[in-house]
């Protein structure tokens, strides 16, 4: 007896689907398979079956990525992520485990160094343009995937874990790497030794004058969610690290600063913080967000108000970065 088929308007059971999906995709035609991922998923979705739509959404989403098709495979990692709004998912280990295993199916690709010729100079131009893309989609789908933790239950500020994902691949996909963005992410993260460890590689192969700029951005932006734990962890593993390998440890007015705040920050000295801000303003002022961000620690430790929190250049930088979350 044959098979019997599924009425007209009636939806088959998602493995199905995953099923028929995979099987074009496979075949090479990832267009196809990408527009029937989506129609598909749409009626799932229509039907309120969105565990379904989700099964299938991250089925497709992998299998693109896994065969280089990124832009696809970044679709339909967004489009998982608006199904989660959309059913109303509550942040949970489950889910976030979902978004983990898209997130680490992105590609991960060196972009070529030893150029020689001109067809290694179009090489360098295809992989550059490549590096973006990568970028921009998963950076897409991961703050999509940190607005949707904020609104079903996670920290007030996001996932960390989605926080850590997002630094890591913005630092290592990039061919250079904003370590502004990197920094910004990995502060609203759990996971300072990887943040330290970092550092490390970037003082490595930056320009001169760059590295006192990364570490005091980092324990500044510790200290600005409150963190002085993680602040002083940083500055203990670059030391430790320092040390290890007999390399001097940068002693430029702006690393001499940030000693003196986080010895400061022990204890209930105000007025020794505002003498500090005006002894090495002109270190501080070699990054505008520096100010913005001592306002916002001058708040959190010592509860001084600020008279405009959601203005200033700061904020501006990353509601430019990040749309919806200031990124």
Known sequence: MSRERPRRGILPPAQESIEKLEK????????????????ITARYISAERYSEALDILQS????????????CGAELAVLFVETLVKGKVPYSEETLGRLRKIYEVFPRIAVPEHLEDDDDMQKLSEALGA???RVEGCSSFLKSAIRWSIDSGADKNGSPELHDML????????????????????ARGNNPKLFSSTLIDFMGKCYPGEDDLAIARAVLMYLSQGSLR???????EIKKKMDSE????????????????LQTLERDALPLFRILRQSFKSSTDRDPAFNELLDEIAEKFY??????????MFGDIFKMMGGDISL
């Open 167 to 186: 630094a890591q691949y913005i630092y290592s996909e990039s061919p250079e790497a904003d370590m502004t963005k990197v920094s910004y992410h990995f």
């Open 24 to 39: 074009v995709g496979k075949e090479g035609n990832y267009y196809g398979a990408q527009q029937m991922y989506k129609s």
């Open 246 to 261: 007999e390399l001097d440890f940068s002693e430029s007015e702006l690393i001499q600063f940030i000693v003196y705040l």
């Open 60 to 71: 497709g989403a992998c299998l693109q990525l896994e065969h280089g098709q990124v832009t």
């Open 131 to 133: 590096a973006k893309t």
């Open 230 to 236: 993680d602040a002083n962890y940083i500055m203990d």
């Open 303 to 312: 509860g001084v108000r600020r008279k405009n929190p959601l203005q200033g």
